[in-house]
C-alpha cells in the first residue's frame, strides 16, 4: 500500500515539468545512429507493449478526485492525500481526503437581534397616547360619563404622517442581518474513493464516490461578493451602531407625536365644552317646549271651560239619511277638574224647547286630533214621539259622542251603546255655540 500526503498545488508543478520533460524527450537527438555490426541482419523493430506502471501518478489521481468539484465555485481544492491499495496487477483501488478552501467569506441571513425590537417599544407610549379613544381624553378634561358616545370608544387611526413612521421604524428593527458563518480560507474536508484500471495504455478511473456532506453545507450559504449593496452584517459594531440609529428614531416619533397628543387633550375640552353647550340649549328648548305645551293646554282648558261654561247653549243639526231636524243642547251647571269638565244640563228641539231631556256630559282637557272628547249621557225627560230621535230618546243607553274643536263647535253622533253594531242607525249631529236656553215651557209631549 502506498501513502502520499501533498497539495494540489504542488501537483499541479509537477504536472507542468513533467511536461516540458516530455515535450524535451520527444525531441531529436544529434548523436550518430549506431550502425549495425557486421555478420548481423538488421531486423525490422517489432512494437512491445508498455509495463503497467506500479500505480497512477500523482497528478492523474488528484485530476480524478477535483474533476467533479469544479461547479462548487465557493471553494478551491487544497490539502490533498490519499493512500493506494494494489487489488491486482494494473487495478488499484484509491482512498483520498481532499481539503476545499472556502474562496471568501460566506453569510446567512438571520433574524434582527430581539434589543432591536426591545429598543424600539420605547415609542409605544407615544402611539397608544395617539390612538387612544377620544372617550379617555373627555374623561381626563372632566367629561361625565353620560356625554360620551359608543363613537367616543373607539379607538383613533394614527395620522398618516406617525403612521408612516411606525411602519418605517418596526421595518427597520425588523430588518433581517447577514451573519458570517465561513470565513475565507476555511477547509471543508470530503473523503473520496475510486477505483483505477489500466486500459489500453492508459489508466481509467471509475465507481468515484465522494462524500460532499461538508461542501454541499456551504451552498446555502452567501458568498461576500453576492451580498446586496450596503447589507447590514452582523458584527459588534453593527449592532452598538444600529441601536443607537433605533433610539434616535424613537426620540424622533416621540417627538413628532408630542403636539398631535397634547392636542388631543385640547380637542376634548373643546368637544367637552360644545357638547355640554348643545346639552344646555338641548335642555332649554326641552323646557321651552315644555312650557309652550302648558300655555297650549292652559289656553285649551281655559277655552273648553269658557265654551261649556253653565248657562250655555249649543244649537244645530241632527242628520240621518234623508232625516234631519234641529236640536239644542243647554248647559246648566259645569264643574271644572284637572283634566276635565264635567256638566249638567239639558237637549231639546230647537223649535221646541219644552220637550227636553236631561243629560250629564264629561269633556276631556287633553285634545286629541279632533280636539276633546265629549261624552253626553241622555236621561228622563220629554221628546216628540215623532221624530225618529225618539229612537234614542226611549232606549236607555241613548248617548252623545262629540269632539270639542278649535272652532269651538260639538259634533259627533247620537247614538245608543247597544247599536255598537249598527253605526247606520246613529245620528250625526254638528252644534255651534248660541246664546242663553229661552225659558222653558209646558208642553205636549211623551215623557221618557
Request: aromatic content about 6%; proline content about 6%.
Amino acid at each position: 500500500m502506498k501513502t502520499n500526503l501533498f497539495t494540489t498545488a504542488a501537483i499541479a508543478a509537477a504536472a507542468m515539468l513533467a511536461a516540458s520533460s516530455c515535450d524535451k524527450d520527444k525531441g531529436g537527438s544529434t548523436a550518430p545512429a549506431e550502425q549495425p555490426r557486421q555478420g548481423q541482419t538488421q531486423q525490422a523493430a517489432e512494437p512491445q507493449a508498455p509495463a503497467v506502471p506500479a500505480a497512477p501518478t500523482n497528478e492523474e489521481i488528484c485530476k480524478a478526485v477535483t474533476d467533479q468539484l469544479a461547479q462548487y465555485t465557493y471553494a478551491t481544492p487544497g490539502g490533498f492525500a490519499y493512500e493506494v491499495t494494489a487489488e491486482a496487477p494494473g487495478k488499484q483501488t484509491i482512498a483520498a481526503t481532499l481539503k476545499m478552501v472556502v474562496k471568501e467569506n460566506m453569510y446567512t441571513q438571520v433574524a434582527a437581534p430581539e434589543d432591536f425590537n426591545a429598543g424600539r417599544q420605547a415609542l409605544n407610549e407615544a402611539a397608544n397616547l395617539a390612538i387612544r379613544p377620544d372617550a379617555a381624553y373627555l374623561m381626563q378634561v372632566g367629561a361625565p360619563t353620560d356625554v360620551i358616545t359608543d363613537e367616543d370608544r373607539v379607538a383613533k387611526q394614527l395620522p398618516e404622517e406617525l403612521q408612516s413612521a411606525l411602519v418605517a421604524l418596526r421595518q427597520f428593527a425588523e430588518q433581517k442581518l447577514y451573519n458570517m458563518v465561513a470565513q475565507a480560507g476555511q477547509e471543508a474536508e470530503i473523503a473520496v474513493t475510486l477505483e483505477a484500471e489500466w486500459k489500453d495504455g492508459a489508466w481509467v478511473f471509475t465507481n468515484v464516490q465522494q462524500n460532499l456532506a461538508p461542501l454541499l453545507a456551504l451552498r446555502e450559504f452567501t458568498p461576500e461578493s453576492a451580498l446586496p449593496q450596503g447589507a447590514p452584517i452582523m458584527t459588534p459594531e453593527f449592532i452598538e451602531a444600529r441601536k443607537a440609529e433605533i433610539a434616535a428614531k424613537v426620540a424622533e416619533f416621540n417627538e413628532l407625536a408630542k403636539p398631535f397628543n397634547m392636542g388631543r387633550e385640547e380637542a376634548a375640552r373643546q368637544t367637552l365644552t360644545e357638547r355640554q353647550a348643545r346639552a344646555e340649549e338641548e335642555a332649554r328648548r326641552s323646557q321651552e317646549q315644555v312650557d309652550a305645551q302648558k300655555a297650549e293646554q292652559l289656553k285649551w282648558q281655559e277655552a273648553c271651560t269658557k265654551a261649556l261654561a253653565a248657562g250655555n247653549n249649543f244649537s244645530g243639526e241632527w242628520t240621518r239619511g234623508k232625516h234631519f231636524g234641529e236640536i239644542t243642547l243647554h248647559i246648566e251647571q259645569a264643574k271644572a277638574f284637572d283634566n276635565s269638565i264635567q256638566f249638567f244640563g239639558t237637549i231639546y228641539d230647537t223649535k221646541l224647547p219644552e220637550a227636553s231631556l236631561d243629560i250629564a256630559g264629561r269633556c276631556e282637557l287633553t285634545p286629541g286630533e279632533n280636539g276633546s272628547e265629549v261624552n253626553v249621557t241622555i236621561y228622563d225627560g220629554q221628546y216628540d214621539p215623532d221624530q225618529p230621535t225618539a229612537e234614542v230618546y226611549d232606549a236607555k243607553d241613548g248617548m252623545l259622542v262629540l269632539h270639542l274643536g278649535q272652532d269651538g263647535k260639538l259634533t259627533g253622533v247620537m247614538t245608543c251603546e247597544s247599536w255598537g253594531n249598527a253605526p247606520e242607525r246613529a245620528f250625526t249631529v254638528q252644534l255651534t255655540p248660541k246664546g242663553g236656553a229661552p225659558a222653558k215651557q209646558p208642553a205636549k209631549a211623551n215623557k221618557r
